[in-house]
C-alpha cells in the first residue's frame, strides 16, 4: 500500500525526474527517476575504465574484448554508475532545498524491488525527516533564576567532620561498633568440618538476629552464627569464607566464630601533617584557618552547583522557547534501521525520549553559538580536559595531584574520541551557557541548602 500524500510536487534538478511526495507536516518522499539516458556515460566511463586494467588469462592488458568485460563487470558498472547518479541528485536537492534534516536519506518503506539489468529505467523512493526551524529571540525581557546557597554552620560542622574521617585511620578497639570491623577465625566440627582463619567482617553489612552477636563482641569472644543468614549477598560470603561463589551451596552453614580483634575506625585529629594532607603544604596552620579553608571549599561547591542548576534552566527555558517539533515516528524508524544489530527496537523505544531531548538541545545550542558568534578553540577543550580530570580525582580525595601528571592525563583523554567528544558537548554547553548569561536577566534568590536541594 502506498503512502498517504497531502501534497505532490514535480521538481527537476540537472534534468533528472523528481517528485516530492509530503507525507505529513515533517517528513517527505522523495521519488527520483533515474532513466538509462542518465547513467548511459558514467556505465560507458566505467566499463572503459575496467577494460584498460583488467587482467585477464589469455588477453594482454587492455585488449580484453568489451564483451567479456560487460559479463565480468557489467553488474557492478551498472550498480555503481546508478548510485552515484541517484546520490548526486539526493545532494543536489537537499542543497537546494535545505532544511534541518535529521539523518540521511531512509529507503522508503514501498520501494519496489529493483531488477538491476543494463538499459532499464529506475525507480528510486527515499524518505527524508526534518526539523522545524529555529528562530527566537534572546534578551534581558528573558528572566531566570540565579540560586545564592547560604552556608550554615551545620554544613561547616559536617564537612570537617567528614574530611577528618576522610584521612582517618583503622586502629585497635575494644568493642566492635556498628561502623567497625572484626577479624574472626570460623571453624565448624565434624567429619567435613571447614575452618576459616583471620576472615574480614564488616559489622554494619551483618544482617538479621546475627548482628545482635557482632555488636559491641570484644577479642576472644565466642558464639555460633548461620552465615547464610546473617551474610545474604554470596559474593560478600564466598569472599569472607575464602571459596569460590560456586563452591557456596556444598557448605554447612553454621560456623563457630572466634573474634581475634576488633579494628575500629577513627578519624584524624587536627595537625599540620592532616591540614597539609587536606589542603595542600602550609596552606592551612590552625583550627581558625581550618573552618575558613572548610568554607571557601562549601562556597565553591555551592557555587558549582547553582552554576549546574542555571545551566539547567537556561537550557529548560530555551528549548521551550524554541518550540521545535521533530519527526518523532521517523527518528525512532532511522535509529532502529541504523543501529540494526546493534540494539532492539525495544532498546532504542527505551532511550528514544532521552535522545529526542538531547538532540533538540544540540540544535539550540548550535543556534545560540551561532547566534552569537561562539567559537570552540583547542585551549578550551585542553583547559575542559584538565577540570575534568581534576575532579575525578577530587572525588577520590586526592586534590594534591603534580600539575604535569594532570596535564598528562588530560591529553590523554583528548586522543580518546568518545571522551573528546564529551569534552566537546561540554564546552559547548559552558560556552553557550556564558553567552546567555550576558544576554538574559539573571534574578539572584538566596536559599539554604535544604531549599536548593528541594527545588523541582
Keep these: 500500500m502506498g503512502k498517504t500524500v497531502f501534497q505532490r510536487e514535480n521538481i ?21 527517476k533515474v532513466e538509462a539516458a542518465d547513467y548511459a556515460a558514467e556505465e560507458e566511463k566505467y566499463l572503459k575504465s575496467a577494460k584498460r586494467t583488467a ?36 545532494n543536489d536537492y537537499m542543497r537546494n532545498n535545505p532544511k534541518p534534516y535529521f539523518g540521511e536519506p531512509m529507503a522508503s518503506d514501498d520501494q519496489e524491488e529493483i531488477v538491476w539489468e ?34 550554615s554552620e551545620e554544613a561547616v560542622a559536617e564537612m570537617k567532620s567528614n574530611m577528618l574521617s576522610q584521612m582517618g585511620t ?24 571447614k575452618k576459616v ?24 569472644d565466642t558464639f555460633t552464627v548461620n552465615v547464610n543468614e546473617a551474610f545474604t549477598n554470596e559474593t560478600d560470603r564466598a569472599a569472607m569464607l575464602k571459596v569460590k561463589k560456586d563452591e557456596l551451596e556444598g557448605i554447612d552453614p553454621v560456623f563457630n566464630v572466634k573474634v581475634v580483634n576488633v579494628k575500629t575506625f577513627v578519624p584524624a585529629a587536627e595537625s599540620q601533617e592532616t591540614y597539609d594532607a587536606l589542603f595542600g603544604e602550609d596552606k592551612v596552620h590552625n583550627s581558625e584557618e581550618f573552618e ?36 518523532a515516528d521517523f527518528i525512532r524508524k532511522f535509529l532502529v534501521k541504523s543501529n540494526e544489530g546493534k540494539f532492539t527496537p525495544e532498546q532504542v523505544d527505551a532511550e528514544l525520549p532521552q535522545f529526542l531531548t538531547d538532540y533538540t538541545w544540540r540544535r539550540v545550542r548550535e543556534y545560540i553559538l551561532d547566534k552569537y558568534s561562539v567559537k570552540i ?8 580536559a584538565l577540570a575534568r580530570v581534576s575532579y575525578q580525582y577530587a572525588m577520590y580525595g586526592l586534590s594534591n595531584i603534580p600539575e604535569q601528571f594532570l596535564r598528562d592525563a588530560a591529553k590523554k583523554m583528548l586522543e580518546d574520541e568518545s571522551q573528546a567528544d564529551v569534552i566537546y558537548s561540554m564546552v559547548e554547553d559552558k560556552k553557550c551557557t556564558d553567552a546567555l548569561k550576558e544576554n538574559v ?9 535544604e531549599e536548593f536541594r528541594n527545588l523541582q
Design 441 to 449: 536577566t539573571l534574578d539572584p534568590q538566596a536559599v539554604t541548602v
Design 292 to 327: 575558613a579553608a572548610v568554607r571557601e571549599r562549601l562556597a565553591e561547591n555551592y557555587r558549582q552547583e547553582a552554576d549546574y542548576r542555571l545551566s539547567n534552566d537556561l537550557r529548560a527555558y530555551f528549548t521551550s522557547k524554541a518550540g521545535v517539533k521533530l519527526p
Design 377 to 384: 578553540e583547542q585551549k578550551d577543550l585542553e583547559s575542559a
Design 12 to 32: 527537476e534538478i540537472q534534468n533528472m525526474n523528481i517528485t516530492k511526495n509530503q507525507i505529513d507536516e515533517l517528513v517527505e518522499q522523495i521519488v527520483i
Design 118 to 151: 543494463s538499459g532499464n529505467d529506475f525507480t528510486f523512493k527515499f524518505d527524508l525527516g526534518y526539523a522545524t526551524p529555529i528562530d527566537f529571540s534572546i534578551s534581558k525581557d528573558d528572566k531566570i533564576p540565579v540560586y545564592e546557597i547560604g552556608i
Design 170 to 193: 583503622q586502629q585497635e578497639g575494644e568493642k566492635a561498633g556498628e561502623e567497625d570491623f572484626l577479624i574472626v577465625d570460623l571453624d565448624q566440627e565434624g567429619e567435613n568440618a
Design 197 to 220: 582463619e583471620g576472615a574480614y567482617v564488616a559489622v554494619r553489612n551483618v544482617e538479621g538476629k546475627a548482628k545482635k552477636k557482632f555488636l559491641g563482641a570484644k577479642a576472644g
Design 55 to 90: 587482467d585477464f588469462k589469455g588477453f594482454r592488458k587492455g585488449m580484453v574484448p568489451m564483451s567479456l568485460v560487460k559479463r565480468v563487470y557489467g553488474e557492478r558498472a551498472l550498480v555503481e554508475s546508478v548510485n552515484k547518479v541517484l546520490s548526486d541528485a539526493l
